[in-house]
């Protein structure tokens, strides 16, 4: 992937294209990744040499978001240890859960091919087990 004629965000779109993910650019360091298989769907943001990865798990109201919950999303033994829990105001009273994750990048060469196909593969796995540690609190609120 150590192509110097195209940009950073370009060679990992197109790493991510190749491994039969579905990606758009949104902008000159956004990506949308879309996972075909499941119809998941995730942000990187190439900030410098970080890629930062951040997936929404749901947007609820401000008052689903009880200290409970956040005891379960912050707890060191709640099974994510990949990635790690954000809350986003979306306005209108909105909280936008997500899991996020990044990697340093280097030369773009096979180390950070498999890191950055690691990060997308953890936010997949990690959602799932999200769902399962606080779907249903979310939902009840």
């Known amino acids: 992937m150590a192509n110097t004629t195209s940009s950073p965000l370009a060679q990992i779109h197109d790493l991510l294209a190749r491994k039969r993910y579905q990606v758009t650019e949104l902008d000159t360091s956004v990506l949308k990744i879309q996972d075909l298989e499941s119809g998941i769907s995730l942000r990187a943001v190439l900030e410098g040499d970080i890629l930062f990865l951040s997936l929404i798990c749901m947007v609820v109201p401000r008052s689903s978001i009880t200290s409970g919950l956040m005891h ?42 498999d ?27």
Do not use: R, W
Request: net charge negative; glycine share 8%; proline share 1%.
């Open 115 to 141: 890191d950055i196909l690691s990060c997308v593969g953890f936010l997949l796995a990690d959602v799932v087990h999200a769902k399962d540690l606080i779907g249903a609190d979310l939902q009840a609120g």
């Open 72 to 113: 379960k999303m912050l707890a060191a033994d709640n099974g994510i240890s990949t990635s790690h829990f954000q809350l986003y105001d979306t306005g209108n009273e909105q909280i936008a859960v997500t899991l996020n994750n990044f990697c340093k990048l280097q030369e773009l060469g096979p180390d950070d091919e």
